[in-house]
C-alpha cells in the first residue's frame, strides 16, 4: 500500500507539470488543460489527506473527500464555459495562440 508521501510526491509531479504547461506554452487549450491537471492534483493530495487521518474511532475522516466532490462539480462548470469561450475567440479569431488575443473585443 502507498503511504502518504507517495501521495504526495505524485500530487506534486502534477502540480509541477500543470505550472510549467502554463507558463510555457502559448496554446490557450493546452493552458486550460494545465489547469486541470494542477486542479486535478489538488484533488489527489486532499483524497489522500482525508485517507490517512485517522479519527479516535479508528476510522478514515471522509470530509476532504465531499470536499473533492465539490470542487470537481465546480471544474465541470468550468470546463464547459472554459471550452464555450475557447470556441468563440477561435471563431472570432481564427487562432488560440495567447500571443494572438491580446484584448477581448471581438
Not at 485517507?51 to 470542487?71: E, K
Amino acid at each position: 500500500m502507498a503511504t502518504l508521501g507517495q501521495y504526495l510526491i505524485v500530487s506534486g509531479l502534477l502540480f509541477t507539470i500543470g505550472f510549467a504547461g502554463v507558463m510555457l506554452r502559448r496554446n490557450i487549450i493546452i493552458i486550460f488543460m494545465s489547469l486541470e491537471l494542477m486542479l486535478n492534483a489538488a484533488n489527489l493530495s486532499l483524497v489522500a489527506f482525508s485517507r490517512y487521518r485517522v479519527g479516535a474511532d479508528g476510522l478514515p475522516n471522509y470530509n476532504a473527500q465531499v470536499f473533492v466532490f465539490f470542487i470537481i462539480t465546480v471544474a465541470a462548470a468550468e470546463v464547459a464555459l472554459g471550452l464555450a469561450i475557447i470556441v468563440a475567440l477561435y471563431r472570432a479569431r481564427q487562432t488560440t495562440h495567447v500571443e494572438d488575443i491580446s484584448t477581448l473585443r471581438f
